[in-house]
């Protein structure tokens, strides 16, 4: 594992990590991010989705929802940035050689003005058939101010291992 400084409560990365470092089990939380006008209004012009629960309040107002929500995808996206900035993603990304896939839940909507934080943990690790690389299953499950799940995700990641390492 990389040199790190050992802080109760808190993990300190320095250095690169590799597929044998990663740290199954623990759980990484961001900071939080409240989901603004801007984001829903913006994020529907660069997607190009404006479907009518996320841009007209008038129709999401008399739907279930009782008003508009965020699209998934936009949710999806700030769950990903958010944990980027996680330490221990940051030490991880030199190794990082490609998401090979994600799947994604919606349990609760999020609606504007919800704050969301990302739970991150590093659930599963295997070498790929031919050894010389790893395959890394994450958890990111982003949670609302109150609590609620908003995005429950698995992703996989493709890691190197540390140099040196037998194939």
């Not at 250095?15 to 900071?31: A, C, I, K, N």
């Not at 490609?98 to 991150?120: A, F, H, N, Y």
């Not at 659930?123 to 299953?137: D, F, N, P, Y």
Request: aromatic letters at 6%; one cysteine or more.
């Amino acid at each position: 594992m990389p040199d790190s400084v050992p802080t109760p409560g808190i993990a300190v990365f320095t250095g690169t990590l590799y597929y044998e470092d990663v740290p199954l089990q623990q759980v990484f939380t961001t900071s939080g991010r409240t989901i603004t006008e801007a984001d829903v209004t913006s994020f529907a012009g660069l997607s190009g989705d404006y479907n009518m629960l996320h841009v007209d309040e008038d129709f999401a107002s008399k739907t279930a929802f009782g008003g508009r929500i965020a699209h998934g995808l936009l949710i999806l996206s700030i769950a990903s940035g958010l944990t980027t900035r996680l330490p221990v993603l940051t030490a991880l990304q030199p190794s990082l050689l490609g998401m090979t896939s994600v799947t994604c839940q919606w349990p609760s909507p999020t609606k504007i003005g919800d704050t969301l934080r990302v739970e991150l943990t590093f659930e599963s690790a295997k070498l790929t058939r031919s050894g010389s690389r790893g395959i890394v299953t994450e958890r990111r499950v982003a949670r609302a101010q109150d609590g609620r799940v908003v995005l429950d995700s698995q992703w996989d990641l493709l890691v190197a291992r540390r140099p040196g390492n037998p194939t």
